[in-house]
């Protein structure tokens, strides 16, 4: 175990340096790890898959602040916990928002007032999304509405997926500061895309 340890914290000072083999050696040797443990939680082969990326992306970008000291494979494994945790609170929002609409913006009996509503905050909300760069209201419509991942977009646009994540970042951002004087209507953002 000790041996191991030594192992992992020379890897790690190697990642500090921004050493891409080092990374490639950290991935292949927890990626299959955190992919079970992934699939465990989340019942989904594609699910994980996109959630170990996301965690080994998160190393990433802060590899140049990692403590060599830490115990590195409790460090992963926690941030495939928080991500993990992010998902699921995201997934059930959606449901919730599911159901929610489902139950209250059918058409039919006495439901007028609340297409009126509806219309009203897809009136708002398409207005806002007309304001983005192109580039960015192409991103955002295939993530939120077709549901493509960042790494499908990323493939289709020929983009790498950083500059996606970095689009839909913006574009969530800009819609939420925007929305922010509607209670209402923030609120039921936050349930469809936070």
């Not at 990626?31 to 990433?60: H, Q, S, T």
Request: charged share 25%; aromatic share 14%; proline share 2%.
């Amino acid at each position: 175990m000790i041996e191991h340890d030594h192992i992992d914290k020379k890897l790690i000072l190697k990642l500090r340096t921004g050493d891409k083999g080092a990374f490639s050696e950290l991935f292949n040797q927890y990626g299959p790890k955190i992919y079970r443990f992934a699939v465990n939680y989340l019942k989904n082969n594609a699910d994980a898959e996109e959630l170990m990326e996301d965690v080994f992306l998160k190393i990433w970008e802060k590899h140049d602040q990692l403590d060599p000291n830490q115990n590195v494979k409790a460090y992963i494994f926690k941030i495939a916990v928080n991500c993990i945790y992010d998902y699921s609170r995201k997934r059930n929002l959606e449901k919730a928002f599911a159901d929610f609409s489902k139950y209250n913006f059918q058409p039919g009996a006495d439901s007028l007032w609340h297409e009126v509503i509806w219309n009203d905050m897809l009136s708002k909300f398409n207005t806002l999304v007309d304001k983005m760069p192109e580039q960015r209201k192409v991103i955002f419509f295939l993530s939120r509405e077709s549901g493509l991942s960042n790494q499908q977009i990323a493939d289709k646009l020929n983009l790498s997926k950083r500059t996606v994540e970095n689009h839909l970042y913006r574009a969530t951002h800009f819609l939420k500061e925007h929305l922010s004087t509607d209670t209402f209507f923030l609120l039921l953002f936050l349930f469809l895309y936070s």
